[in-house]
């Protein structure tokens, strides 16, 4: 057949590849499996947000018809409310010219990756970094440039600033981060805010998990000096509010980049399907359901971390997120991960490879706290230490 496109073929297959054959072999003979792997959670959505919530008193018509392919005002409208009463976004925003919704944030981001990255042009991706991000970036025709900071960098900014070239167009970033829970300071968005600026730099925030800071305020890059007109932050309902089937997710950015995105969005999806929007509409008032989830994730990191106690496995403490990234190099021995997490298959349970969260990171592995209730999570531990003794 004709060859395919070359920013297809630099995307990253999936992290689980190499791990197919043991999994299929444990679901073949009955066995069950712990799902660490994945970055969900088992709380249920808030209540007025579910499905049969919204079919009351609507009209079949504005539910199953075509949308407009901007979205329903009402949501755009409230989401610039809701940003702006955390402080996020930017002074003066407007739903009709700064939000733009996607299905998904991952669609999201898509738009923005596409509307600033194109072929000859270099991203910073920081490292460790959302698997989808490096394939985000790919898919525009750039180059990745995968980013480590040294702990003894005084501020994110000086990794991301030995890594620029001539060509660099645009940094990636989230915090609080995914996959290490690290939550970037004011002191480092600010240093980061002067990089681009200095150097007429795009950056992309994911902010997915803004909710979900425990040690310290999440701070808005948008906020800083000169990065109002620079910064394109996303978000994700399906992090806030548990709604990741629902798929909505949208950023605030200029108006530039917000009207750009739109040809794309409706060149790929059309319209954010109507009942999902309404969903996350109603969702996004239940502040106490955001509190509860908070407190709740912040239980399942503490109870986890003393769960690991004397396994010989390393992880900075999350400062935020729903996940730990955990090192298994002393455990290892040189042995690849590919091993243990054979192993932990072996014995039900399943854990994402570190190397999907970039190339420096092959001896380690995420593990997701929130993806189901705390005593299966703790299970799912303990058959983990199981697997370091086969070791």
């Known amino acids: 057949m004709p060859s395919l496109a070359a920013a297809v073929t630099a995307i990253r297959p999936s992290m689980f590849a190499e791990l197919e054959a043991a999994i299929a072999s444990r679901r073949a003979g009955g066995g069950d499996l712990v799902p660490l792997h994945i970055g969900d959670t088992h709380r249920a959505p808030p209540a007025a947000a579910r499905y049969e919530a919204q079919l009351a008193g609507a009209r079949d018509e504005d539910l199953y018809a075509y949308g407009a392919t901007v979205g329903l005002a009402e ?31 991952t669609h999201a981001l898509s ?14 991706l920081a490292a460790p970094y959302w698997p989808l991000a490096h394939g985000i970036v790919a898919s525009t025709g750039a180059r990745v440039i995968e980013v480590v900071r040294r702990e003894s960098d005084a501020d994110a900014a000086e990794a991301f600033e030995r890594a620029l070239t001539p060509k660099t167009r645009a940094i990636y970033m989230i915090t609080p981060n995914n996959p290490d829970g690290r939550v970037l300071s004011r002191s480092d968005l600010a240093a980061i805010g002067r990089l681009a600026v200095k150097h007429d730099l795009w950056v992309i925030a994911d902010e997915v998990y803004a909710d979900y800071a425990f040690a310290s305020d999440h701070h808005a890059l948008s906020r800083e000096d000169g990065m109002a007109e620079r910064t394109i932050s996303a978000f994700s309902f399906s992090k806030s509010h548990a709604l990741a089937g629902a798929r909505v997710g949208y950023v605030l950015a200029p108006a530039g980049v917000v009207s750009a995105m739109r040809k794309l969005s409706t060149h790929s999806v059309f319209n954010v399907p109507v009942l999902m929007q309404r969903s996350a509409l109603a969702a996004l008032g239940d502040e106490a359901w955001v509190a509860e989830a908070r407190a709740d994730y912040l239980r399942a990191r503490d109870s986890v971390s003393v769960a690991f106690e004397g396994s010989g496995a390393r992880f ?19 042995r ?45 531990v303990a058959r983990l230490r199981e697997a370091i003794a086969d070791l």
């Open 75 to 105: 949501l755009r409208d409230a989401l610039c409310v809701y940003a702006a009463s955390k402080g996020r976004g930017f002074a003066g925003m407007s739903g009709a010219a700064n939000v733009q919704l996607g299905v998904g944030a």
């Open 111 to 124: 738009c923005a990756a596409r509307v600033v990255l194109g072929p000859g042009d270099d991203a910073l």
């Open 316 to 334: 900075r403490p999350a400062e935020g997120g729903v996940y730990l990234f955990v090192d298994f190099s002393e455990l290892l021995g040189g």
């Open 336 to 380: 690849p991960l590919r091993r243990l997490l054979e192993l932990a298959v072996a014995r039900g349970v399943l854990l994402a490879p570190g190397e999907a969260f970039g190339e420096a990171f092959s001896t380690s592995a995420r593990l997701c706290y929130s993806s189901a209730p705390l005593p299966r999570v703790l299970e799912g």
